[in-house]
């Protein structure tokens, strides 16, 4: 046979043959087994005919006992398999044509089974590998996912298995039993801002009850760390993992200048939000926390765009613990439950707070949710009972201007004391300052100001 022509060697008649193309070495063995139509193929790292037809029979036998025995003929990588199906999935949500859930389904493809099982042999799977799975992804993101989101991971894993066993890489009898480990969602337990407070001035004795120096260093980020979630509703442990200076920037805008975050990563990717103005000292006092910076003004460290950690401990190493550290504080400060609900809490539970305030504070439901990353429908399936509150004053109605007895009756009750600013309130439990009223709140510092010009104007 002319050396540029490729070789065939029938072994047995459709079933098994060798074959070389004309520029490579090796013969390659192409088989199938039983009533399959799928033609399998597989190098035998050989070019002698002789040696390569034996290969072929040993694959060939070792194929049919495996048949026989309900097992998958071929065997693949999970990561290669993965990944097809996760190319698929993001190809069908671009094009508009895939379910909504595809997103994340491909996201936890990406980012949670291909890390922990592309090593292992999509057929090899077992009830033990899938059980270690759920240690690994609960040391990563720091605390047990909700049973929702656990749904949509073994969604995307069975997605990985359907197309393992269309191509046969897998039997159906090989599929794993998955399981779902997580609490069915429901809100967490809630934080008043009082009760925000009082976790704070516990936590200052609370650092210096151990004589441990990292526990020490950890419970005193722990403090401002709570404030910083309380602050920006961030996602904690997800949003907060990989922060850094150089994430945090200042802009300067008409009639102020605003704190500007880009979150890296999150559990939908990157995004920004705009932190509140009583943040500022917070800030600040993480920089203190780091030796390196204590020739920089806060103004100074940001400009530097530094690529090092926001929450770091005073070693500068990363916080070992802060989820079971927050949890010791709770059970020691006797705050592991709500008063009002008896729910229990958790780190999420200062995202709570977040979005309960902004509520109040008259944010609608579209401009919270861009802000804390989520959708409205999620915002109003747990914050709708805030409705009455946002429209208080007006279902509230107007007090009498008659100056009459009623009238000032009414104003005694209404007034029995200043009015608080519950941010600038815990902020300043965290770092012990205060800013001053006309930069925590304008319209309280523009009613002050009224009220002192009229009572000037009396005078006069």
């Avoid at 990588?77 to 069908?92: M, N, T």
């Avoid at 509520?359 to 914050?383: A, C, N, R």
């Avoid at 941010?423 to 800013?435: K, Q």
Wanted: net charge positive; charged share 30%; with cysteine.
């Amino acid at each position: 046979m002319p050396a540029n022509q490729d070789s065939s060697v029938i072994l047995r008649k459709k079933e098994l043959r060798l074959f070389r193309r004309n520029r490579s070495g090796f013969w390659q063995v192409h088989y199938k087994i039983g009533s399959s139509k799928t033609w399998y193929r597989k190098t035998t790292g050989t070019d002698d005919l002789t040696e390569a037809t034996q290969i072929a029979e040993d694959i060939y036998h070792e194929a049919r006992v495996l048949d026989k025995r309900g097992l998958a003929v071929v065997s693949k990588k999970f990561k290669a398999v993965a990944e097809v199906v996760s190319q698929r999935l993001k190809g069908e949500v671009k094009a508009g044509t895939g379910k909504k859930s595809y997103a994340d389904y491909y996201r936890a493809i990406d980012g949670y089974l291909i890390p922990y099982f592309g090593k292992f042999n999509v057929d090899r799977i077992t009830p033990d590998v899938i059980s270690s799975f759920h240690r690994w992804r609960t040391e990563k993101v720091g605390y047990e996912l909700k049973a929702s989101t656990q749904n949509n991971h073994n969604a995307a894993l069975n997605c990985v298995f359907d197309y393992a066993v269309e191509k046969k890489y897998m039997t159906e009898a090989q599929r794993p039993s998955l399981k779902n480990t997580g609490e069915a969602t429901t809100s967490r337990g809630i934080f008043s801002t009082d009760e925000l407070i009082e976790l704070q001035t516990f936590i200052k004795g609370w650092a210096h009850a151990t004589k441990n120096v990292k526990s020490q260093q950890l419970r005193e980020l722990l403090s401002l760390y709570i404030t910083f979630i309380a602050c920006t509703g961030v996602r904690p442990g997800t949003e907060t993992k990989e922060l850094k200076w150089k994430h945090i920037e200042f802009i300067q805008k008409p009639t102020m200048r605003v704190i500007h975050i880009t979150l890296p990563q999150g559990k939908n990717g990157s995004r920004q939000l705009i932190a509140r103005n009583e943040l500022w000292p917070l800030l600040d006092k993480l920089r203190e926390l780091q030796p390196e910076y204590a020739n920089l003004t806060l103004e100074e460290l940001v400009a530097k765009k530094e690529d090092k950690l926001l929450f770091r401990m005073r070693n500068g190493e990363r916080p070992y613990d802060l989820v079971g550290t927050f949890a010791d504080c709770l059970e020691a400060a006797g705050m592991s439950k709500s008063d009002k609900d008896g729910k229990s809490r958790s780190l999420y539970s200062l995202r709570h707070y977040y979005a309960t305030q902004r509520i109040l504070d008259g944010l609608d439901f579209g401009q919270l949710g861009k802000q804390m990353g989520t959708s409205i429908p999620m915002i109003e399936k747990h914050y709708s009972h805030l409705k009455p509150l946002m429209i208080a004053e007006q279902l509230a109605g107007d007090i009498p201007n008659d100056k009459t007895a009623q009238a000032d009756e009414i104003l005694r009750y209404m007034n029995p004391s200043p009015i608080r600013n519950d941010v600038i309130s815990l902020v300043g439990a965290t770092t012990g300052v205060y800013l001053p009223l006309v930069e925590a709140n304008p319209k309280a510092t523009k009613e002050l100001k009224d009220e002192l010009n009229k009572s000037l104007a009396k005078v006069s």
